[in-house]
């Protein structure tokens, strides 16, 4: 799709990964950015250097996706949407009924939306999590979905709403399963941060960092603004019904991030390593790598951002806060 001179709404576009979507989106030649999110996980700060450009604007009448009504009013006159908004994976752990209610329903809300509004393209936000226990290593698209979790359920009944809805309306989409996604403006002090942030926090106040296990479990970390950048990608992109993982295609150890991370600080403390409790064994998910291959092809995506500069990104961010 030519987004040149276009009108783009983001949807969760205050959010982690939204903001910096938004970023990138106006780093090109497109007509407007229209930023809907409820902020129940956004900030304004995060948008405020965008909303200084003449072509970005927020929605003013909030910017849930329950709210069916909104949606169809924010979509009139938009070319294409990027929707971002969700209930994160601990969350609805804890809060199944609700993470129904926006990643499920909301996700079909948006679609039925996109329909009626004549939206050209769709980028929908899936996530790894659909794969869940790693069969093969990397993970290519192919990979069975072996999800267990309320979060993953949620991200699959979405693509499948994705593909009906290709099927029976023809809506043009495609859709990103992330990896694990770290940097500036994910959320470092709530209940639900991850991993990173969680590392960060221990040092910053000077405790050990704990590692559950012997920190031999692996995954793919990649830094937020490469993820953004795979979002305007997969919008520009000529490919329709058709998933990619959006991830480094690097597997990188808890271990070996832990260390990473305390070199990066300078620190000396030592990792404290934690025996798995039952419930911590039941639910992890061991050495979960995406191929990468797929979307370098289609959409043209690499990542520019290696882990440790990525890590460095976050870590001045934090610093200026």
Known sequence: MDISGKKILVIGGAGFIGSHVVEELLKTDVGEVVIYDNFARGKKEYIK???????????????????????????????????????????????????????????????????????????????????????????????????????????????????????????????????NVYGPHQDQTAAYTGVVPIMLNKIDVNEPPIINGDGSQAYDFISVKDVARCNVLALQADVTDEFYNVGTGIQTTIKELCELILELKQSNLKVHYKPYTPEDARRMVQNRIGCAKKAKQDLQFECKYALKEGLIDLINWREHQ
Request: aromatic share 10%.
């Open 49 to 179: 250097n965008s909303l200084e450009d003449d072509r970005c604007k927020l929605y003013p009448h909030g910017g849930d996706i329950r709210e069916i009504d909104l949606l169809n009013d924010v979509m009139i006159g938009m070319d294409a949407v990027i929707h971002l908004a969700a209930m994160w994976l601990l969350h609805c752990k804890d809060f199944p009924r609700t993470a129904f209610d926006v990643n499920i329903q909301g996700t079909f809300n948006v679609l039925e939306a996109c329909v009626k509004n004549n939206i050209k393209r769709l980028v929908y936000s899936s996530s790894a999590s659909v794969y869940g226990d790693a069969i093969e290593v990397p993970m290519t698209e192919s990979h069975p979905f072996n999800n267990r979790n309320f979060y993953g359920a949620s991200k699959i009944a979405g693509e499948a709403m994705c593909r009906a809805t290709y099927d029976r309306y023809g809506l043009n989409y495609v859709g990103l399963r992330y990896m």
